[in-house]
């Protein structure tokens, strides 16, 4: 993967403020047309005393821009913050203050052209605000932080897709840079083209979170019968002939069969693509598929790979403690196969 970019926004004055940091984080250098463009922003409040945001109708936004080298947005232009409500909510935030924010701006732009991208964000609270009375409609003026922040632009290459990736998204792509990444369609472009650069956001999709409290309540869970595991199956929408069991309006596909058609594609993807940005949570998926498989000397192989990676930020950008939490319970995972001796001691 290559390095994370960090650029540190302008601090910048107004009449109730003088302490904003923000930084952009920006995953990739380069990209090929229809691969997602992933960037995040966190700010932070550094002030020594209280401040005030408000929040909902021109209220304290975070914005991601992408244009091209002359200036040009790809797609129109960002949206601006829109509400129905006549008044903002407020927070009162203090020094430490926190949030972050991911987004994937090709779901944003349409990207379908090569060349030189600028990727910029910025904060703004423009105001006036107003707080609700004790009825919807009454409300007075009150005042809280305004400005504009912008940051420094960041260079991203987006190139045209060669080789497998060339044949993946002529046969694939749904106009305008857009490729099926998800669904059935995506699932097809795996099966067709499995080592593809496209290939790794469609192994990226599927899987499950690790929603164990505890490495050992992993192992415990994936020791237990399929019917009392945590997670024992999938529901899918038809059988294909496979005689699935059936729950309501749903089929259900049994955990094994998904591990073993998880890590068909993966290994395939991996052995080709180690170094894709998404390999560290793929890894960690593979991991867990070779445990529902009871492969346990795989597993362990797989989670140490995906631990010695970074895992994609964004996956948890509601709650970005939550990324370490997950790598957590992994690492605990493969230190009790080592206790529990299903595997050699690695130490």
Known sequence: MKNILIIFLFLVSNAFSIDFEVKLKIFQEEAIIGEPIYACIEVEYKGEGKEIIAKGRDGFRVVFVMKDIEGKYPKGKEQESLSWLPYNNFEEINKGWKIEKCEDLLGKYIIDKEGRYNIYGYIVSKGPYYEKGSNPNDVKQKEAWEGYIESEKNEITIRIP??????????????????????????????????????????????????????????????????????????????????????????????????????????????????????????????????????????????????????????????????????????????????????????
């Open 162 to 347: 060669d080789g497998i990736d060339k044949e993946a998204y002529k046969e694939f792509n749904c106009g305008k840079g857009c490729m099926p990444l998800y669904g059935e369609e995506g699932r097809k472009l795996l099966e067709k083209y499995p080592t593809s650069t496209y290939a790794g956001w469609v192994l990226f999709s599927p899987g499950t979170d690790l929603e164990w409290a505890s490495g050992k309540d992993l192992i415990d869970d994936i020791l237990k019968p399929v019917s009392e595991r945590k997670r024992w199956g999938t529901f899918v929408d038809e059988d294909k002939g496979k005689g699935y069991k059936k729950s309501k309006d749903y089929y259900i596909k049994p955990a094994d069969e998904e591990a073993r058609e998880y890590l068909e594609f993966s290994e395939k993807f991996l052995s080709a693509n180690p170094n894709h940005i998404n390999a560290g949570i793929i890894y960690a998926r593979q991991s867990l598929a070779y445990m529902v498989l009871g492969k346990w000397e795989d597993a362990y192989k797989s989670g140490k790979l995906s631990l010695e990676k970074e895992w994609p930020l964004w996956i948890y950008s509601h709650y970005p403690p939550e990324l370490e939490k997950q790598r957590k319970i992994l690492k605990e995972a493969l230190d009790e196969m080592v206790k529990r001796g299903f595997v050699k001691d690695k130490k």
